[in-house]
């Protein structure tokens, strides 16, 4: 073989494997981008009504656009009839629900547990979805809590996050949140925590009103969990739109939304993790 055609050949070999090279960093970086929650392209049916000290109307304003920023495709209903819209709810991957209170009929029910069953995720935050539908424990079972109290009323108090290798809570501090409510609530012991308030105080109601002592007491205030396909997100913080002028909050709450966009997406990540467990 002469020099001109060994030359020819070296050089076919090393573009073969600079092409392999590139081929491999593209896929790469195609796998990396597909693992990272994102709104982008996602389906999101936004469901505001009930209560109005919760100021359902004025979330739209706040958080839709934050949505669509995103690249969210956003549909907006002040009514609970759409979660019995077949074609509406198969089609979308996250339903946002700030609904406090009110009530829900089976019919409505049956559709809402079905889509989340079948990979649709369900998010909110406060009262909007952990006090909605009081009589209605099928829905507080799939939530993971239900509200029951907020001692005080609007206080001061602190987040603590306790799993910070959780994607939602990666990065994040402590933080303090300033004249807000801080919920009590029925939780089921196997959700996945990732933060949590403390009741700290002697007292939580005036001097001359009996009340049931909480002061030593852990709450749940963010967490996570599956219902089927479906992936679930709650935070219980939030009374005011102003608790989300805290950078945490809206951190939280955004990477919230953006996981359990993609249950229909990405693979089954398991979330049971029992508070108690039997010692050996």
Known sequence: MNLKAKIKQIINVVFFFSTLFLCSLTSFSQDEKESIPSLEGKNVLYVYGGWEGHQPAESVTFMVPRLRAEGANVKIFDTLSVYTDKKIMS????IIQIWTMGTITEEQFEGLKKAIKNGTGFSGWHGGMGDSFRDNLDYQFMVGGQ???HPGGSIDHSIKIINKNDPITEGINDFDLKKTEQYYMLIDPN?????ISEFVRERYEEPEVKENKVKGSTMPVVWKKNFG???????SIGHFLTDFDVPEVLKMQMRGFRWAAEGKY???EKTISPAYTQTK
Do not use: C, M, P, Q
Request: charge should be positive; charged fraction near 25%; aromatic fraction near 18%.
């Open 91 to 94: 089609e979308t991957d996250l």
């Open 266 to 268: 990405h693979s089954y």
């Open 147 to 149: 509200f029951v109290s």
């Open 229 to 235: 396909k479906g992936r679930i997100f709650y935070s």
């Open 191 to 195: 959700i996945k925590v990732l933060a």
